[in-house]
């Protein structure tokens, strides 16, 4: 119960005949210490009050201990990223949004005090991409949440809002996309852009344009986890098909510890990033025979990585990878340097996203079914749906008929017979074209 108690001021020394009020309430169980006061009330009642809203408020289970009330957005952002484990490449990508955006806002600024007014007027004012400010404030909402579970707010003010969109000026024009083609890849556009790299770089882009494979899986698959077989009840018989085993993936990125220091670079394996990225894809038999043929001579563990066996950095990948979308000049022969001839561009802007992409565009004009859909591209499919309905054989034969056939027409539109002018699909020795 609380209780009040006179507080003498003190002036040269000596108790004066002046007071204010102090009230002492008990804190909640196992609070140390058990009991709290607060002090410099002008009347009996006012501390009274006050005290009993306090012990209300703990009985109620809202009340905030003083100790955290004025705890800054930053203090608790670093709290917050030290007891929230990770994959690596999301920690780092966490870090780079606090340093670079929102801690320079918001760093100082008590917990209590941030208001939905006030954020969704910074994020407005970034000049930075709409997706990531959305990013941005979907962090720092997180973040006010787990405060609010561990009893520094009483509330997330950011829970649930809207963020108001710029829509003045320049705002409100349509940015100019990374491709300019309507309908973006084409299955042709990924075969002559495996054809201009060689084998063992081109099998990799079939790959991601036919399988749907993100960037760090594709780099992450082992020898052990390709053409492996599935075998799936069907009619009176059993369906059969070759799969890729989609387990862990590479991630590049830079190392954080708890406190947010960097430490270093790193390429690094991990598991995939979520329950519905590990699956198994379908190969239609192109791509079958094209892997089996690169697994025969290559030598490394790691299916697509550099000819040194090591993954792909995305610099050193980018290097090689845009030229052959974008085109490059002739390089004329002089001492020390080869010459190099020229090359048309295949689709400026073009990149593995965009052909990752291509596979979910084809799945969708082929007409596979949501259940296939959704397991190939590696999302989680939403809703009620995801427990009733799952993929059929018959689905996964319609799907590999559609892009086998998918692959050979495209092939004929470009008037090639077999990639990389061998019958026998075998890699160049060098792993190359110049």
Sequence with gaps: MAHTQKVYKVKDGKKTKQFTWRVKYKAPEGHVPPWLS???????????????????????????????????????????????????????????????????????VPLRKITWFDVDTWQQTMGIADVSRGHCVSLMSSIMTAAQDAGYITVNPLFGRRRTTDTSGDAARPKPPKIRRDGGARPEDAILLAERLGPAIGVHVLTTAFGGLRWGEGLGLHRDNTLLMRRQPWGSGT?????????????????????????????????????????????????????????????????????????????????????????????????????????????????????????????????????????????RRPGIKRHYQKPTAAMRAERLDGLEET????????????????????????????
């Design 38 to 108: 607060r002090s410099g009330f002008p009347t009996k009642k006012t501390a009274e009050d006050w005290g009993a809203e306090q012990e209300r408020l703990i009985r109620e289970g809202t009340w905030i201990d003083p100790d955290k009330s004025s705890t800054t957005f930053g203090e608790f952002a670093r709290i917050f990223m030290a007891s929230r484990k990770k994959r690596g490449r999301t920690v780092g990508t966490r870090w780079d949004k606090l340093e670079t955006h929102i801690l320079p806002r918001w760093d100082g």
């Design 239 to 379: 369906f059969e098909c070759p799969i890729l085993r989609i387990v862990e993936e590479y991630a590049e990125y830079t190392e954080r510890d708890d406190t947010g220091t960097k430490t270093g670079y790193v390429v690094r394996l991990e598991p995939t990033k979520n329950d519905g990225s590990t699956r198994d894809v379908d190969v239609p038999p192109f791509l079958a025979q094209l892997l089996r043929h690169h697994l025969q001579d290559w030598p490394h563990e790691r299916v697509f990585c550099t000819p040194s066996g090591r993954p792909w950095l995305r610099g050193n990948w980018s290097r090689m990878f845009r030229p052959a979308c974008d085109g490059r000049p002739a390089r004329e022969k002089r001492q020390g340097v080869s010459y190099r001839g020229a090359w048309e561009p295949i689709l400026p802007g073009l990149d593995m996203r965009a052909l990752r992409a291509l596979h979910d565009t084809l799945q969708s004009e082929l007409g596979v079914k949501e259940p296939l859909a959704f397991e190939a591209a590696g999302h």
């Design 407 to 434: 692959f050979w027409r495209a092939m004929r539109n470009v008037g090639l017979r077999a990639m990389w002018g061998r019958v026998d699909l075998r890699k160049h020795p060098t792993g190359f074209i110049d």
